[in-house]
C-alpha cells in the first residue's frame, strides 16, 4: 500500500531553516509528481510545492517563492522541502502528498510533521 513518511519538522526561531523529508513506498514514486502542503491551525490545507516526476519542473506558493525548495532523489524514493527565512506565518503541520490513478484519481498523504516557527 502507499506509505509517506514526513519527517524534519521541529521549532525554530524566525530565520531559520529546516529540511523536511518524506519518504515513499508503495508505488513506482520515480513516476508520479510530489507535492508538500501544509494545514495552519483553523484554516484550510493549501498546497506549498510540487516537483515533477523527473524534478525537472517545479512550482510554488506565492508566499513560500525564493525561501522554499523542493527537491527529490527518486533512487532513495525521497521528497524534501529546504525551508528557508522561516516566518511564523510558516507555522504548520506540513504533508507530503501523492496523486494517483487507478479507478479514479486518489489523494494519498503522509501523518505529517508539525513546523513551529516562534522565538
Known amino acids: 500500500q502507499v506509505q509517506l513518511v514526513e519527517s524534519g519538522g521541529g521549532l525554530v526561531q524566525p530565520g531559520g531553516s529546516l529540511r523536511l523529508s518524506c519518504v515513499a513506498s508503495g508505488f513506482t514514486f520515480s513516476s508520479r509528481a510530489m507535492s508538500w502542503y501544509r494545514q495552519a491551525p483553523g484554516k484550510e490545507r493549501e498546497l506549498v510545492t510540487s516537483i515533477t516526476s523527473a524534478g525537472g519542473s517545479t512550482n510554488y506558493a506565492d508566499s513560500v517563492k525564493g525561501r522554499f525548495t523542493i527537491s527529490r532523489d527518486n533512487a532513495k524514493k525521497t521528497v524534501y522541502l529546504q525551508m528557508n527565512s522561516l516566518k511564523p506565518e510558516d507555522t504548520a503541520v506540513y504533508f507530503c502528498?501523492?496523486?494517483?490513478?487507478?479507478?479514479?484519481?486518489?489523494?494519498?498523504w503522509g501523518q505529517g510533521t508539525q513546523v513551529t516557527v516562534s522565538s
Open positions: 502528498n501523492v496523486r494517483i490513478y487507478g479507478t479514479s484519481w486518489t489523494d494519498y
